[in-house]
């Protein structure tokens, strides 16, 4: 998932449910703690419906917006066989945003609703997608790293209680993973193949985008005080800090492999703990990217917003000619 545990406090979660739902709430926790899967036309707390709308509609939002990086690449690049699965991957990521609005839909709201939300910047989407693609060896960073993390952070959403949300994100893992190995490829033969240049490239890119992706598993558990509740009705199932963890885990070794240098002088192997310490994270650039302040931001949103106007004419036509089958005109 691109999502950060972004979810700011909702005062209508704290106001009880009326008298007559309580049995309603009580089945409906009955069936949490049983692992029961919860589906569109089931009942659900108001809480519940409005946390799953705001993740997965930030979910869909970042996997549009995550499009733009990775897309302005692909005019330039390097080989046929680069651009077709460059293509191909953006494609993918299109798709998956297409899934995610369908299932956010299936909880009342409306696609215009959230693409509104994205356009006036009351949304929000992952921050990973504000910082710019400066060489194509930032296109196979992403697959690595940016497609790594969030293939981390998805594959529990497969088991998330919402039925809707936890079938788009079975289909997604799939093609997320093909995502993480052609970056991890693409970047593997620039090491081992290529020129003392391209090498260099490839460890500024990961210079670049470690920190970053690490921050995409969202705040420190001890900061993320939405993750309970959302871990109590399993929407997530592993904390920031678990996800971030394994995500370094299985990283270091793979860097080893590609020959780059994770730029964090602090990560080492722990052996009591067995796991990898890392140095500190800095919090105050996630905070300010988030909040709008990002090398991006302002560019990713415009051309969102620029596309929805260019596209106004499609929306139209298709309207129009909807409206024409239901009149019986075949014409
Ligand atoms: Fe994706
Ligand atoms: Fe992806």
Redesign the pocket.
């Known amino acids: 998932m691109y999502t950060q545990a972004l979810d700011a406090p909702d005062p209508d979660a704290l106001r009880a449910p009326p008298a007559d739902a309580s049995q309603l709430q009580q089945r409906f926790d009955a069936r949490i703690d049983a692992g029961d899967f919860i589906e569109a036309k089931d009942w659900m707390p108001e809480h519940y419906r409005k946390t799953l709308v705001r993740q997965i509609s930030q979910h869909a939002h970042s996997?549009i917006v995550?499009m733009l990086p990775e897309g302005n690449w692909i005019s330039r690049a390097p080989t046929l066989k680069r651009k077709a699965i460059l293509l191909a991957?953006v494609q993918?990521?299109g798709g998956?945003g297409l899934y995610l609005y369908a299932a956010a839909e299936t909880l009342g709201t409306s696609r215009d609703q959230m693409i509104d939300a994205l356009h006036s910047g009351k949304a929000k989407y992952s921050s990973i997608f504000n910082y710019p693609t400066l060489t194509w060896a930032d296109v196979g960073t992403i697959?690595w790293l940016?497609?790594g993390a969030?293939?981390m952070n998805q594959v529990p959403l497969c088991r998330c209680s919402y039925a809707p949300y936890a079938r788009a994100m079975i289909r997604?893992c799939r093609?997320?993973s093909?995502?993480?190995r052609q970056g991890f490829e693409s970047l593997l033969t620039m090491m081992q193949h290529g020129t003392d240049a391209q090498r260099a490239m490839v460890q500024d890119a990961v210079d670049r985008w470690w920190w970053p992706s690490i921050m995409m598993f969202g705040p420190p558990d001890d900061q993320s005080p939405n993750s309970a509740q959302s871990m109590r009705w399993g929407i997530k199932r592993i904390s920031n800090d678990e996800l971030r963890q394994k995500f370094i885990d299985a990283t270091v070794d793979q860097a080893k492999v590609l020959g780059v240098t994770l730029p964090d002088p602090d990560l080492k192997w722990n052996e009591e703990r067995g796991h990898h310490d890392h140095g500190t994270i800095d919090w105050d650039e996630f905070k300010r990217v988030l909040a709008g302040d990002g090398p991006c931001n302002r560019e990713r949103l415009a051309a969102r917003v620029k596309a929805w106007d260019e596209g106004a004419w499609v929306r139209e036509a298709a309207l129009a000619h909807a409206a024409k089958h239901a009149a019986g005109a075949d014409a």
């Open positions: 996997e995550g991957k993918d990521e998956h697959g940016v497609d969030a293939i997604i093609e997320e093909f995502h993480q």
